[in-house]
């Protein structure tokens, strides 16, 4: 597996394939990789014959107060791992490669599905994950475009914007990957103390419990929201939100919704972890 951090070369090497007659897929990721990302690589391996993963902490998608220069740069240790798990590229630009003019003044924005659950704390996070995906999709331009469930609401809108600007890529979201006792892998699970490790996979049983309550005709839906807050809070968790929404519009749901997504975030100790799980009442 080869390494590139510049536009041109990717652009070369992406069309040399195409003139071979492959298919293309992209696992756009921020590095820091772990057992969650590989389940996206063979994904992508399973959907075209040639993957290339991109690492790249993307500055526009973090607030100020939040960890971009904290946040793990272990590019070594990820192209071990991608070579060992047989990606064919590794696609690492710098900031100046991918914002070439310095702070960036044109933004891809997907309006509505960016006001709710994360959205809501984080006004700016995903005009910069859709600026920057665009830009992705342009310079590697794949068939295919692979990313987690995990992130259900960054999902959701780049399928939007990949629909919206009519994008010639296929968007495949793959389940969230989990630790043996229900974590999601998470690059900021590495955050965690031991205790907090221990105390984590409280998320997706909480989740679990709510989903079953809406399967069994529970329909007053902020207040179990109102319930799991609580729980999460006993245990120390700084909670964000919990949200059981409409899996579409990601807008509060109401009882005539069919298609649910119950999203929660929640600080412990320093990492803030998110995770949800669907529920498909027709
Ligand atoms: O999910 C991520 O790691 C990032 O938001 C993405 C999609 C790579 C954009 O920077």
Redesign the pocket.
Known sequence: MDMVCNVAEVRARVAAWRRAGKTVALV???GNLHAGHMSLVRAAQREADVTVV?I???PT?FAPSEDFDAYPRTLEADAALLRANAADLLFAPSVDEMYPLGPNTTWVEVEQLGRYLCGANRPTHFR??TT??SK?FLIVAPDVAV??EK?FQ?LTI?RRMTAELRFPIRIVGVPTWREADGLAFS?RNGYLTEAERERAPLIQQQLQQLKRAIADGERDYRALEDVMSAALAAQGFKVDYVSVADAETLAPATSEDRKLVIAAAAYLGKPRLIDNVTLDLT
């Open positions: 756009p990721t921020m991109s790249f902490v993307n998608q910069g994950v920057v995906v992705l990313f987690g992130d960054q780049l690059s």
